[in-house]
Nanobody, 116 residues
Framework: QVQLVESGGGLVQAGGSLRLSCAAS????????MAWYRQAPGNQRELVAR???????NYADSVKGRFTISRDNAKNTVYLQMNSLKPEATAVYYC??????????WGQGTQVTVPS
């Protein structure tokens, strides 16, 4: 089992920044990669950014150049630094642990709100 706890969401004005954190615990050795997803009201959950154990990253086109995913292996924590936030970033952000031999783990979600 893997447990994920997100933090760092909140309300920020357009153009501002937020940093989300996701702390993993449990069977972390089963994790192949970590990712951030988001889901806005009425929309499907979408991938925002992903980072592998080797440090390779990929981003949704809509956030490239503004969001950065990183990890601190000593703390078993993944971060999502979000800069130049736009109102369309408003969503619940979820941390996900990609486990190739077990069911993926999801956090409870953290709300990010960018008023228009």
């Amino acid at each position: 089992q893997v447990q994920l706890v997100e933090s760092g969401g909140g309300l920020v004005q357009a153009g501002g920044s937020l940093r989300l954190s996701c702390a993993a615990s449990g069977n972390i050795f089963s994790i192949n990669a970590m990712a951030w997803y988001r889901q806005a009201p009425g929309n499907q959950r979408e991938l925002v950014a992903r980072i592998t154990n080797g440090g390779s990253t990929n981003y949704a086109d809509s956030v490239k150049g503004r969001f950065t995913i990183s990890r601190d292996n000593a703390k078993n924590t993944v971060y999502l630094q979000m800069n130049s936030l736009k109102p369309e970033a408003t969503a619940v952000y979820y941390c996900m642990a990609d486990r190739p031999y077990s069911r993926d783990a999801w956090g409870q979600g953290t709300q990010v709100t960018v008023p228009s």
